[in-house]
């Protein structure tokens, strides 16, 4: 048979054969082989990588992705279309014309909201996370607004178990160690788990206010030691729980502070709270306290007690001392 490479040689029709070589038309290479003739076509492949003639663009197995701007069918993408050339999500880039990636714009990630705090990651792009308000003041309500941000606010927590009877007295006399504070609060249910476990990890807090704020803060930290590096709490799980501090004045204020659960189907519970020492109160208060006056004992689990007295539960209100109860 005659080799495909002296047929690709020839350059005219018709030639003589010869003992060194043969020269035919392809008519006549028809005819010798007859129907067993097969024949391969080569065409160009998109995606090979390798940029044909009817190709505009061919980035290989990339083609079609973010990270070009070549289609799955080698031509070049919309105008505009976004594409990540180095898979980085935090710059924004466009697609021109000629298939080329650029007008590169950092991402902006603020969402508007003052309560958010945003970043742009690389990979995920967006990252958002919720502002955490805390200015560690016992008596202030710990607010995160959208247009203003964090706000602490001294004033009553917002839910807070209401007493079914109460009794507030402060009193003062100007002179060193005079303040005394006296809080009985009564209600329920209670949960006894909502007594916590102040001896470890439950620490407890007092708070009074009037319309003008804070009248005084308390406080009886988890853990505590008193006189003779002796524990301040004892506690009796599920059924009560006392601080003692004998030392006067006492570190934090309160001197004693009880709170206890009854095993009946009620769950009733008692709080009460006895406080001494110099410098307890406010500024000059409580001196004249506004006409409404609420009470609060929390604890660091979220448990709340309180008891708020209005005009007609007030019963003395001067400069030495305020009393009331319901």
């Excluded at 009877?165 to 006296?182: E, F, I, Y």
């Excluded at 476990?197 to 930290?221: E, F, I, K, M, W």
């Excluded at 189907?265 to 001196?287: H, I, K, S, Y």
């Excluded at 004249?288 to 003395?316: H, K």
Aim: hydrophobic residues 35%; charged residues 20%; glycine residues 10%.
């Amino acid at each position: 048979m005659v080799g495909l490479r002296k047929l690709a040689a020839c350059h005219v029709p018709r030639c003589r054969v010869r003992a060194t070589s043969a020269c035919l038309t392809w008519a006549a290479v028809l005819l010798l082989l007859g129907p067993g003739l097969t024949t391969t076509t080569f065409a160009a492949s998109c995606g090979d990588g390798q940029l044909d003639s009817d190709e505009q663009c061919d980035a290989g197995a990339a083609n079609g992705t973010p990270a070009v701007c070549c289609s799955t069918t080698c031509a070049f993408v919309q105008p505009g279309t976004p594409c990540e050339p180095d898979g980085n999500r935090c710059i924004d880039q466009m697609c021109l014309s000629g298939g080329n990636c650029g007008f590169p714009e950092v991402v902006s990630c603020d969402d508007g909201n003052a309560c958010t705090l945003e970043h742009c990651d690389p990979a995920t792009r967006c990252v958002f996370q919720d502002v955490v308000c805390q200015d560690d003041d016992i008596c202030t309500q710990d607010r995160c607004d959208e247009d203003a941000g964090c706000e602490f606010r001294a004033e009553p927590a917002w839910i807070c178990l209401g007493a079914q009877h109460a009794r507030l007295r402060l009193a003062t006399s100007g002179a060193a160690g005079a303040d005394q504070v006296a809080l009985e609060w009564a209600g329920g249910p209670v949960a006894p788990a909502d007594l916590g476990d102040p001896a470890t990890t439950t620490s407890y807090a007092a708070c009074v206010y009037d319309d003008q704020g804070v009248v005084l803060r308390l406080s009886a930290p988890a853990g505590a030691t008193c006189a003779g590096g002796n524990p301040c709490w004892t506690v009796a799980p599920g059924r009560r729980i006392r601080y003692r501090d004998s030392r006067r004045p006492a570190e934090h204020g309160v001197t004693r502070l009880t709170a206890s659960v009854s095993p009946t189907p009620q769950r009733t519970a008692r709080v009460d709270l006895e406080a001494g020492g110099p410098g307890l109160f406010e500024a000059e208060r409580p001196v004249g306290l506004a006409p409404q006056v609420s009470a609060q004992v929390t604890t660091s689990d979220g448990a709340c007690f309180g008891a708020t007295f209005g005009p007609g539960e007030i019963r003395r209100n001067d400069t030495k001392r305020f009393e009331a109860r319901y």
